[in-house]
């Protein structure tokens, strides 16, 4: 399949910060993960390839036209920033329709696709509300019907699942998803591991300005399986649930601080399974588990200084 989006030696800086750096890279139809902790320039690729940013060096590509030379190709691409700039004294439909007008779409035309959105998006009965009442799940659904309004075929959402209710959440991953199984190219970035885990496969890994891996998720996920991570539990049977743990092969070392246990891991899929199993096997009364380890952060600054 030939690239929706190609880079080539792309860069974008602000002041002495790094945006991205030297990125090169090819992007094909389908859902890719845009996967790295905050700060790691994934918002500022996704303002560069919806013509938010100049690049300072290099090249992309939209489509097969270089950027620079082709602003109309940004026609064929909806955007859904991480953070909101709505004209609040609008109406949810009034805003859509504002939007498809820019986009070029008659008035008539701009209406009914803005009626279509928000049905989609389940904003009708609020679509004749003023914006500064919507929630911010709300807010964050009228970003997203106003990225995918025009039908566009080059689909950038910047953690567009921030602040939706598990009920959107769920309606909206499988709106991506359909995006995808229609041919379109979706752009989803996120810090959170699994919910591009959920969304597909194939996935680009940016760290500090630069593409650290791209391909098959399963690949990112063997790296994380070599992380130690490490697992706070608070019980008040910690001595008792200690010793139980300590012979469990995964378990490569228990420390005590703060009120709880600290245990550090291997393998974190065997070594919650047997905690669960103590859990309820032996009846230990848990009242906090979690992982200071279990995010992005972490797994890059393990990868990169070993």
């Not at 399949?1 to 880079?7: D, I, N, P």
């Not at 805003?95 to 779409?105: D, E, K, S, T």
């Not at 929630?135 to 659904?141: D, E, N, P, T």
């Amino acid at each position: 399949m030939s690239a929706v989006v190609k880079t080539h030696k792309l860069s974008k800086w602000y002041g002495r910060v790094l945006g991205v750096n030297d990125i090169s890279l090819e992007i094909t139809p389908g859902i890719k993960g845009l996967l790295g902790p905050n700060g790691a320039g994934k918002s500022t690729f996704l303002k560069i390839a919806a013509g938010q940013l100049k690049p300072n060096i290099g090249r992309m590509y939209l489509f097969g036209h270089d950027i620079r030379r082709r602003r109309k190709v940004f026609g064929r691409v909806g955007y859904c920033p991480e953070y909101d700039g709505f004209y609040l004294e609008m109406t949810g439909r009034q805003f859509l329709a504002a939007m498809l007008r820019l986009q070029g779409h008659p008035r008539a035309t701009a209406s009914e696709m803005a009626l279509r959105a928000l049905d989609k998006i389940g904003l009708t009965d609020r679509q004749d509300d003023i914006i500064k009442t919507y929630s911010l799940g709300m807010r964050q659904r009228l970003k997203i019907a106003q990225a995918f309004a025009h039908e566009p075929d080059l689909l950038l959402l910047d953690e567009p699942l921030n602040g939706v209710d598990p009920v959107w959440r769920y309606r909206v991953m499988e709106m991506i998803r359909d995006f995808g199984r229609q041919g379109k190219t979706v752009i989803v970035s996120s810090h959170i591991l699994a919910e591009i885990e959920s969304l597909t496969d194939d996935i680009i890994l940016i760290h500090q300005g630069q593409v650290f891996a791209q391909g098959d998720i399963h690949y990112i996920r063997d790296l994380i399986d070599t992380h130690p991570h490490q697992v706070f539990i608070r019980t008040a049977r910690e001595r008792e649930l200690a010793a139980v743990l300590a012979g469990e092969p995964s378990v490569s070392g228990i420390g005590f601080e703060d009120g709880g246990m600290m245990v550090r891991t291997t393998n974190r899929d065997s070594f919650f399974q047997h905690l669960m199993d103590c859990i309820v096997e032996q009846k230990f009364d848990v009242e906090e588990i979690t992982s200071p380890d279990d995010n992005l952060q972490a797994v890059f600054d393990y990868l990169i200084g070993r």
